[in-house]
């Protein structure tokens, strides 16, 4: 018996069938890929998280810094929206830069 299988289904017998079904593993195979295609493609903004997700960021009718970025998940890697929506990164989550004071 398969572990991995057996993780899934904990019925030797059904686990069997399901897994020889070949219309089964495709589409268990294709669901994985169209998810992991999903996160390939969706707009990236602040991967690292967002220390104060409810500040406001200039110029953007009020927008928070959650809200820019749940606007980011709707968007597509690449697209003009995209890279206008990750411009705001330099305010949600600033990178630490060296020489800034904090070094001890």
Request: a negative charge.
């Amino acid at each position: 018996m398969d572990y991995a299988c057996f993780d899934l289904i904990p019925i030797p017998d059904l686990c069997q069938d399901v897994f020889s079904d070949a219309s089964f593993n495709e589409r268990l195979l294709k669901s994985q890929q169209e998810a992991n295609e999903a996160m390939a493609i969706t707009c990236a903004f602040c991967e690292g998280g967002i220390p104060d997700p409810g500040l406001v960021v200039p110029k953007t009718g009020g927008l928070t810094c959650e809200l820019v970025k749940a606007t980011a998940t709707k968007e597509v890697n690449g697209t003009d929206t995209c890279a206008i929506v990750q411009n705001e990164e330099r305010v949600c989550c600033p990178t630490k830069q060296v020489g800034d004071g904090d070094d001890a």
